[in-house]
């Protein structure tokens, strides 16, 4: 989706600010948060949990951190997977406010404590194999790729739509993760495009620059326009 | 979680997220112990002193540097490390005339399996937005200088291949062990955004 999530190349975000001696969580929520999500990534099926962060109001995104982020898209992925209710989450969440030193229970180690995971594993991410599926492109071909909007999740970010580049290398195929019709779902082979800084920047880009980004085969076409047929 | 004394100046995501902890192990999804474990191995079984291993072997082992660079996934097991995100595992070479860099600009790709998770500063918005088009001038706030005759390449992480950089052997460190050579690999060198530390800087 066209999101503001989909930054690279934006203005205005500021210089970086380097954490000298970072911890791995700045509150322990935060590892609670990750940890949940992690115990029970099928929640988040079938786009993943990045179209739930995706899909939270640009405004919110903007002024959320990380790890609110992917709190917001939790509780939004739980009540729409009907695991929650909102009347419920609401009178917990009063509960812990009145009740500030309860403790959260601990559950019993049992069969059923194993539910969520049996109910919502991760979903298989390894590379396809690749039989049966013949690369369009090889390494050397100029490659344009395509002017594609997808209301919905997509690893194609603005930035490199319609400029022209390399094939770069051609990795295993992997399952194309876009909303896509059922018909286009499926392994792709998928390949390292590089391009030029002038091509994705113009006269402002930095001298001796290039960028590669992975491209799966649906995203592009022959860049000479037929050459191919 | 531990008590504490200033619980009324909680902030809400960590209320919401008792709340949402406290409902879903009610309902069987996943015990407290669970989640300590899973919390336990981002603490201590991943992180970057994984990848400062990998890269100090390839420094000191040209068959393994050539394996590491041919196939990553392959070459970090040798060394006992799991890569848990089924991702093929890319490992680009720093060199004098080439600076690779690493960025997700759309969430936080990472290699964790040799990285752990990424600091805040990879995550945010001003590096995803800014590296992919003004590379030099943000590896410069970061204290890397590079001459123009220095390729600059950007590799936006999108799919489930996984990039991590095997930075320069520093200068001056051809009799230091494997082992010395280990502490000079930091956590941003292997992003792309720093050289490897000389042995000055560390001593």
Same mark, same amino acid.
């Given at each position: 989706m066209n999101g503001v999530h989909d930054m690279g190349g934006m203005h205005g975000f500021g210089p970086i600010e380097v954490e000298d001696n970072e911890p791995l969580f700045h509150d322990p929520w935060e590892g609670r948060v990750r940890a949940m999500r992690a115990t029970l990534p099928g929640v988040h099926s079938p786009y993943g949990g990045r179209f739930f962060i995706e899909s939270i109001r640009p405004d919110l995104y903007l002024k959320s951190g990380y790890y609110e982020r992917w709190l917001l898209s939790f509780e939004d992925a739980l009540l729409k997977k009907g695991l929650l209710t909102a009347e419920e989450l609401d009178e917990k969440t009063r509960f812990y406010r009145e009740n500030p030193d309860a403790e959260v229970p601990r559950g019993e180690d049992t069969e059923v404590a194993s539910l969520g995971?049996?109910?919502?594993?991760?979903?298989?991410?390894?590379?396809?194999?690749? *039989?049966?599926?013949?690369?369009?492109? $090889?390494?050397?071909? *100029?490659?344009?790729?395509?002017?594609?909007?997808?209301?919905?999740?997509?690893? #194609?970010?603005?930035?490199?739509?319609?400029?022209?580049?390399?094939?770069?290398?051609?990795?295993? *195929?992997?399952?194309?993760?876009?909303?896509?019709?059922?018909?286009?779902?499926?392994?792709?082979?998928?390949?390292?495009?590089?391009?030029?800084?002038?091509?994705?920047?113009?006269?402002?880009?930095?001298?001796?620059?290039?960028?590669?980004?992975?491209?799966?085969?649906?995203? #592009?076409?022959?860049?000479? $326009?037929? #050459?191919?047929? | 979680m531990s008590g504490?004394?200033? !619980?009324?100046? @909680? %902030?809400?995501?960590?209320? !919401?997220?008792? &709340?949402?902890?406290?409902?879903?192990?009610?309902?069987?999804? /996943?015990?407290?112990?669970?989640?300590?474990?899973?919390?336990?191995?981002?603490?201590?079984?991943?992180? %970057?002193?994984?990848?400062?291993?990998?890269? &100090? !072997?390839?420094?000191?082992?040209?068959g393994y540097r050539e !394996?590491?660079?041919?196939?990553? =996934?392959?070459?970090?097991?040798?060394?006992? /490390?799991?890569?848990?995100?089924? &991702?093929?595992?890319?490992?680009? @070479?720093?060199?004098?005339?080439?600076?690779?860099?690493?960025?997700?600009?759309?969430?936080?790709?990472?290699?964790?399996?040799?990285?752990?998770? %990424?600091?805040?500063?990879?995550?945010? /918005?001003?590096?995803?937005? =800014?590296?992919?088009?003004?590379?030099?001038k943000v590896l410069k706030e970061f204290g890397l200088e590079l001459d123009d005759s220095v390729e600059v390449r950007v590799w936006d992480s999108n799919s489930d291949v996984r990039y991590m950089i095997l930075p320069k052997r520093p200068d001056g460190t051809e009799n230091m062990s494997e082992d010395e050579l280990v502490e000079l690999v930091s956590r941003d060198s292997m992003v792309g955004v720093a050289q490897a530390k000389s042995p000055a800087q560390v001593s």
């Open positions: 995971a049996t109910l919502y594993p991760r979903r298989a991410r390894r590379e396809h194999d690749g *039989s049966g599926i013949v690369p369009r492109f $090889g390494i050397g071909d *100029s490659v344009k790729v395509g002017n594609i909007n997808i209301n919905g999740h997509t690893r #194609l970010p603005r930035y490199v739509r319609g400029r022209v580049g390399t094939v770069a290398k051609l990795y295993s *195929s992997q399952n194309i993760q876009d909303h896509v019709p059922e018909s286009e779902k499926g392994p792709q082979p998928v390949y390292s495009v590089e391009f030029e800084g002038r091509e994705l920047w113009g006269d402002t880009a930095e001298s001796n620059h290039v960028l590669y980004i992975d491209m799966w085969e649906s995203y #592009l076409e022959p860049a000479s $326009g037929g #050459l191919d047929q | 504490q004394h200033h !619980r009324e100046t @909680e %902030p809400y995501a960590a209320i !919401r997220t008792k &709340a949402i902890e406290s409902l879903l192990i009610e309902k069987g999804l /996943f015990t407290g112990d669970a989640i300590d474990a899973q919390i336990q191995a981002y603490e201590k079984d991943i992180g %970057p002193m994984n990848g400062a291993k990998v890269v &100090a !072997r390839a420094w000191v082992d040209s !394996r590491l660079l041919v196939n990553g =996934r392959e070459a970090i097991s040798e060394m006992g /490390f799991a890569d848990t995100q089924g &991702a093929e595992l890319v490992v680009l @070479e720093n060199t004098p005339a080439v600076q690779n860099v690493v960025v997700c600009t759309l969430c936080s790709c990472y290699p964790w399996s040799v990285l752990g998770l %990424p600091p805040t500063w990879y995550k945010s /918005f001003a590096y995803r937005s =800014r590296v992919v088009i003004e590379p030099r």
